[in-house]
């Protein structure tokens, strides 16, 4: 047993006495008795005895905060345990889980991009072709200027050269030298005379003398039909449009050397295989 300060007895007492009870104590009586001496002293100890002042500071003490606590203890709901408990990505495995979207990207492009796009001068030649459409129909069905689709830029230009070479000086270019007929002499219903349908621009300084070669390519093969396994171009394709045509390469790479017998001495020229003035075309 532990001795109980007298100061908590008494405090007890007194609330004993203020609540009305301890009717079976014996002290409780002189208690009651003492009540009407006790504010006396009470009153009389501050004055005299600052031991007034433990009484007054122990009930807050009894106000404390312990009441507060029981919320706490509340145990983690199941989903919050399972979270706790759940393995964490490791932060090795972050750097390679980000990439995946970058995966996602390769992937998708490998499988949708596999249509074969045409390299060397039909590849080219598509492109370039932008520059005619407008004209000429974006699939050559023709417009203001003539049609190249169902083999018509075959019966105009049995020859690339002659072709390559209309291109290059345009209607002007022809015009000006006095030459008419760019193309077939005998083409079916007649030659296109130049001039006769229009104003053909001169691409010669607009486009590199390999774009030229390239668009032509794509007006006769893609465009105009022409069988590039056929005996009548195999050859043609073969030299100038194929992926490794050897005109296309060198005219690109500017190291084109190239003779067209019946130029004679003025093929000795270095822009393109087209010489330096418009000539008659052929059949
Ligand atoms: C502004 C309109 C226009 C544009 C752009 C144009 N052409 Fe033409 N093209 C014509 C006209 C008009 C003619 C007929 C010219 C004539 O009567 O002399 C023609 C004729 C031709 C011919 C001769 C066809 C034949 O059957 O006789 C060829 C080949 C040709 N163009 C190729 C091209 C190419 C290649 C391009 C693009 C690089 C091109 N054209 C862009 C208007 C155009």
Redesign the pocket.
Known sequence: MTEIPEHLLKRSRERRAAIGKGGDEGDNAPAAGESAQTPAPSAATPATQPAAAPPAGPPPRTVAPEPAAPPPPQPDPPYVVAAKRRKRIPFWAMATLSLMPIWAFIYVRSVTDTPEVAEGPLGLGEE??S??A???GGDGGGG?????SGG??L???PQIED?IR??YYG?EG?NATGVEV??NPDRPGGP??????????A?GGQ?TPYQ?IG??CH?RYTLGGADPTSEEFADEFATWCSEDSPVFEAVQSGTYDYTNESLGEMADFDITPVGPVPIEGSP
């Open positions: 370039i072709y520059n005619c407008s004209c000429h203001v200027g003539y049609a190249f018509e830029v019966l105009s230009y072709q209309y291109v209607t022809y760019p193309g296109h005379v130049t001039g006769a349908l229009g104003v053909m621009p691409f486009l030229i668009v032509v007006e």
